[in-house]
């Protein structure tokens, strides 16, 4: 890598440009362009992302202040007006950056591949987040009376701390109704919070045989077949047996197991269901605690998308921009992974935004001691519950 490079031209070549290409190629998407493309409005869009601009007309001021270096940064010669980017954005096949997304998702995963909870299998956490619009521009992505907004649910890899999969409906979609488009793997572990308490989805995880651990609501009855006496520092009850309510046990005929555990420091307790019925209850535990990454890569997504009228207005060129960031974030991933950096991700990210025009190799970025005490995005907000 060529140290006289910038920063920002140095993460570019981690992306697959052969493989976008043959995207665009798929869907048209350089037909009639002379000089903006696909992959200039790529690098612009992540651009912005990394260097967190506040709106189109801040990154377009940007890119002006760095004439000079506009070529070098590998977003060519040509000036970028507000106007064309906003074009490409409301203009453009959404599906281009989808499914690069899609691709930078699956490599990330590939590539960053761990075990660290010691079980087989993958382990992923899935929540979702509202991304609020202003209904006055945003008309299309009604909410509530007064409010816009659309959903993004993620299914996230714990272990390998990056976004599997991504589905995008209207905010008003039930959290619920985004579990029958997972792709589910055999022997994967699946966690989801109280919002997923839909025992047909579970029973669908359970019959391909993968397993799932989701936060049940205070009223779940199960009558007990059995049940373990000695229990660890902390669980409360420990049983097998089946639900004991028509629905729920029509939707869910088979065993599975509850357990109620108590957090040590609040004093909170917790009742859990899971078809695992062999783990120990401090593993079950630990893969509900580790639910909580992916509320740091919400934070972040939301951080860094500044969905204002100048980016474009259609639902179109809002799907484009959490794309971007998606692939941004996962072209991090992959660098923090592939040049072993010391580093979080989050402190990767915060690194890189105020660097992207410097002239350093990336490793030696890195390694400067003027960013050895960097704050990471997430300040406490990982949960201490289950110290066994």
Not at 131 to 152: N, P, Q
Not at 359 to 369: G, N, V, Y
């Amino acid at each position: 890598m060529n140290q006289d490079k910038y920063v920002f031209a140095q993460l570019v070549e981690f992306l697959n440009n052969d493989k976008f290409r043959r995207l665009v190629d798929k869907y048209d998407g350089n037909r009639y362009v002379k000089h903006f493309t696909c992959w200039s409005q790529l690098l612009a869009m992540m651009f912005g992302q990394l260097s967190n601009r506040e709106s189109l007309r801040d990154l377009i001021v940007a890119l002006e202040a760095h004439q000079g270096k506009r070529y070098h940064l590998g977003l060519g010669r040509e000036p970028i007006a507000k106007t064309t980017l906003a074009s490409a954005n409301q203009n453009r096949d959404y599906r281009i950056f989808e499914d690069f997304a899609f691709y930078m998702m699956k490599e990330a995963c590939e590539k960053r591949a761990t075990n660290i909870l010691d079980i087989p299998g993958r382990k992923y956490a899935f929540d979702s987040t509202t991304i609020d619009l202003c209904l006055s521009v945003f008309e299309w992505a009604k909410f509530r009376k007064h409010k816009g907004g659309i959903k993004m649910h993620t299914l996230y890899d714990v272990e390998a701390e990056v976004p599997a999969f991504v589905h995008i409906t209207p905010a008003n979609i039930h959290d619920t109704k985004a579990m029958s488009v997972i792709p589910y793997e055999r022997g994967a572990h699946y966690i989801f919070d109280r919002g997923y308490n839909d025992f047909g989805n579970l029973y669908t995880i359970d019959r391909i045989g993968a397993f799932f651990v989701v936060r049940a609501k205070t009223n779940v009855r199960i009558k007990p077949k059995t049940w373990k006496r000695r229990l660890p520092e902390g669980v409360i009850s420990d049983v097998i047996g089946c639900f004991t309510v028509y629905k729920s046990s029509k939707d869910y005929p088979d065993e599975l197991r509850k357990l109620i555990v108590e957090d040590p420091e609040s004093g909170t307790r917790y009742i859990f269901l899971t078809n695992n019925l062999d783990a120990s209850a401090e593993l079950i535990s630990r893969l509900y605690r580790n639910r909580w990454s992916v509320e740091l890569f919400f934070k972040w997504i939301k951080q860094h998308l500044k969905i204002k009228r100048f980016w474009g207005t259609s639902e179109n060129a809002v799907r484009i921009q959490i794309y971007c960031a998606i692939i941004t974030y996962c072209l991090v991933a992959i660098v923090q992974h592939d040049m072993k950096l010391e580093r979080s991700i989050y402190e990767t990210l915060q690194i890189l935004g105020i660097s992207l025009t410097d002239k350093t190799h990336l490793r030696d970025l890195f390694d400067k001691s003027n960013f050895k005490n960097i704050k990471e995005l997430n300040d406490s907000s990982e949960s201490n519950l289950f110290n066994f």
